[in-house]
Nanobody, 130 residues
Framework: QVQLVESGGGSVQAGGSLRLSCAAS?????????MGWFRQAPGKEREGVAA????????AYADSVKGRFTISRDNAKNTVYLQLNSLKPEDSALYYC??????????????????????WGQGTQVTVSS
């Protein structure tokens, strides 16, 4: 059973930073994966924030976070990180980690879309106050 466990959320003031982690476990697959971060604020749809293809390191970012958020991975630890800098109140949301093992070309073309992923974590809350 694939498990994704997020951590690192919290409450910060605007302009602050957080680092989210997503640890993946429960599988023996050692190939390349698609890993993504999504967020959902109350009353809004879930949206893709950042994603990475662990094979070549291809990344994708939502326009709203470009230049402020950075996604990275540690393949040896099966962990993906999301560095959140210059946080704004509108970044407040529940942040989810998502994964697809055996990430194919079709999945890599839609890294910021939910349909690219078939495993999801439970989420970690990020709250940014003004």
């Amino acid at each position: 059973q694939v498990q994704l466990v997020e951590s690192g959320g919290g409450s910060v003031q605007a302009g602050g930073s957080l680092r989210l982690s997503c640890a993946a476990s429960g599988y023996t697959y050692s190939g390349n994966k698609c890993m993504g971060w999504f967020r959902q604020a109350p009353g809004k749809e879930r949206e893709g924030v950042a994603a990475i293809y662990t094979g070549g390191g291809t990344t994708a970012y939502a326009d709203s976070v470009k230049g402020r958020f950075t996604i990275s991975r540690d393949n040896a630890k099966n962990t993906v990180y999301l560095q959140l800098n210059s946080l704004k109140p509108e970044d407040s949301a529940l942040y989810y980690c998502a994964a697809r093992l055996l990430c194919l070309m079709g999945h890599r073309d839609i890294l910021l879309r939910e349909e690219a992923y078939n495993y999801w974590g439970q989420g970690t809350q990020v709250t940014v106050s003004s």
